[in-house]
């Protein structure tokens, strides 16, 4: 469903603020794998996640989604194979605009907008279902500005967008770090249910080594922009947090360094 | 003290009265241009100075066509387009050449002077009622009322509609948040200029209007439109906000700009019904356009204060020592 072959990036080329994000990235995901991302501060999990997005273009390499190479196409132009949820619950939303509102903008992504009206009575009636099925209480406040909601609760409006319609590729770029750990659990909880529940090929980034193990049938750690463990199936139901630092150790060859890392083991 | 008292004794009232309906027919022509400004600044989230040259391209169009024969309605039509195509030129700038919104405005808004020049040959082109048919005029100043109030109802109309489908959606959601709109497949640069397009075509509707209004139409009318495009909005969101609260919709705040704008010019007449000096009128809309602005930052600090707090505590404190006393 995703293959990224080969791929390099590298920021303020040729200045003293040069970075080398992205060196030879490669990673192929199956339709309906649930993948993981760990790795510390700079490493490149978000770089990786921007260059599936389309935020820039990469310097070198492909990425495919779906059989199709979307790297020659821009950001808005690959949105239609993607559902993305940030780390910061006001990026994915529109603060002055009505739930229902932001709920029919996704709900046209990667179709043509028209003329037509922008929120039609019958999905209205549809989102309200949806909502429900949060537990949330938002399904009555449909015609609320979303500005007016708690982080978390943003948090679920953007998981529901980004999935309102199937996306080929769920991105989820440390989109709980931002939360309250109580509220952060229960939207972790609410995407593993809608990606079970639609079987989507998803990619989620997090500080959070229990989570990373405890979600998905894959797990990546990445450092210096490279994949250096790729876990998966069986050795990956049993996984704990003890052998994930010491396959770190031996991967790269250095102890740990939690400072830099930022690694959360609780 | 006798200067104080003859001052007082020369106005009168009777001519403030008699000059209030021109305000009032300025105001609302105004209050159109006001909108062009509202969607730009307001919903695109863009600072766009186009506008002082658009307003003007209007009214230049507009007036060299009447002189050439054409009908008035044809003139206002491509008076819009002119607007469109202003607005175009700025969206362009900004988006594929990436100068920044209000040097992209700027540039646009100097160009037009010449460009205006150009249209009507020289700087000032009279077209006077008793000359042609148009279809208002300051010599008629209640019909001029009511024909630039039809027009004002079927423009915040059709803004109702067109920022309500999926369209105008995207330049709501493009203004309020570039990034989500990206991920969700809006391009970007699409929606400003079509916003940017949109905004000026109304600015210079609304110059076509103005210049039939006053008889002639001046490569300066223009000069500071922005100013009077912000005052017009800013009023009339303190103003609507004051009165409908939380009760307020898209709708409601679009009729307001238009109040604004008549506020604006009633606010206006009453500077020259007090003998204050022409000269002067740029600097007093500019106080007035500071002190709207600051209202909503002022107001919420006022509730969200610093010396609020350091004022509660004292207090707090202060009878707490009471009470361990």
């Not at chain 1, 967008?161 to 080929?168: D, L, N, S």
């Not at chain 1, 102890?255 to 609780?266: A, E, G, Q, V």
């Not at chain 2, 006053?214 to 922005?226: E, H, K, P, T, Y």
């Amino acid at each position: 469903m995703l293959e990224i072959k080969n791929v390099y990036k590298t920021f303020n080329k040729g200045t003293v603020n040069e970075k080398r994000a992205l060196c030879g990235l490669s990673l192929t995901l199956n339709e309906g794998d649930f993948c993981t991302v760990i790795g510390g501060n700079g490493a490149g999990k978000s770089t990786m996640l921007n260059a599936i997005a389309g935020v820039w273009p990469v310097d070198s390499g492909a990425v495919i989604i779906d059989g199709k190479d979307v790297s020659k196409l821009p950001e808005h132009k690959r949105a239609s194979y993607l559902g993305r949820v940030f780390q910061d619950p006001m990026t994915g939303t529109v603060a002055n605009m009505e739930i229902a509102e932001n709920l029919a903008i996704a709900a046209r992504r990667g179709k043509r907008r028209g003329l037509s009206w922008g929120v039609k009575r019958e999905e209205k009636v549809k989102y309200r279902e949806m909502l429900k099925e949060f537990g949330l209480g938002l399904e009555d406040r449909m015609t609320s500005k979303v500005g007016l909601l708690s982080g978390g609760q943003r948090q679920a409006i953007t998981l529901l967008m980004a999935t309102i319609q199937k996306p080929k590729l769920l991105l989820l770029d440390e989109h709980t770090a931002a939360l309250d750990p109580k509220t952060a659990s229960k939207v972790l909880e609410l995407s593993d249910k809608i990606i079970a529940e639609n079987n989507l090929t998803a990619l989620m980034v997090t500080h959070n080594m229990k989570d990373a193990i405890a979600h998905g049938n894959r797990l990546i750690m990445m450092n210096d922009g490279k994949i250096i463990l790729n876990i998966s199936g069986e050795e990956k139901k049993k996984l704990t947090v003890d052998d994930l630092l010491k396959k770190f150790e031996q991967v790269s060859g250095s102890k740990i360094d939690n400072d830099r890392m930022l690694l959360s083991t609780d | 003290m006798d200067a104080i008292l003859s001052y007082f004794s020369s106005l009168n009232p009777m001519a403030f009265v008699a000059q209030l309906p021109g305000n009032i027919a300025q105001g609302i022509i105004w209050g159109l241009m006001a909108l062009g400004v509202f969607i730009t600044f307001k919903l695109l989230n863009f600072a766009d100075l186009t506008v002082d040259g658009s307003f003007a391209t209007g009214g230049a169009v507009t007036a060299i066509m009447l002189v050439n024969g054409f009908p008035v309605w044809i003139t206002i039509i491509f008076a819009l387009l002119a607007g469109l195509l202003a607005g175009l030129i700025t969206g362009l700038l900004h988006t594929l050449l990436g100068i920044p919104d209000i040097l992209s405005g700027i540039l646009t808004q100097i160009a037009l002077y010449s460009v205006n020049l150009n249209i009507m040959g020289k700087s000032n082109l009279p077209v006077s009622y008793r000359n042609y048919s148009l279809v208002l005029s300051g010599s008629n100043i209640n019909m001029a009322i009511i024909i630039s109030l039809a027009f004002a109802a079927i423009i915040v109309a059709a803004m109702y509609w067109y920022f309500g489908t999926e369209q105008g959606s995207t330049i709501r959601s493009t203004g309020s948040n570039p990034a989500m709109s990206k991920a969700q497949g809006i391009n970007i640069s699409f929606s400003k200029v079509v916003a940017l397009a949109l905004s000026n075509g109304l600015v210079a509707l609304s110059g076509s209007l103005f210049a039939q209004y006053q008889g002639f139409s001046d490569v300066n009318m223009g000069r500071g439109a922005i100013v009077i495009g912000l005052a017009a909005v800013i009023i009339g969101q303190v103003l609507g906000e004051a009165l409908f609260r939380r009760h307020i919709n898209f709708i409601i705040t679009l009729i307001f700009v238009i109040i604004g704008g008549i506020l604006y010019y009633i606010a206006m007449g009453i500077v020259l019904w007090l003998k204050m000096p022409t000269d002067d009128t740029k600097l007093f809309t500019a106080v007035i356009v500071a002190v709207f602005l600051a209202v909503p930052y002022l107001r919420n600090k006022s509730k969200n204060s610093f010396k609020k707090v350091a004022k509660q505590n004292a207090k707090g404190m202060s009878t707490e020592g009471e009470n361990n006393a």
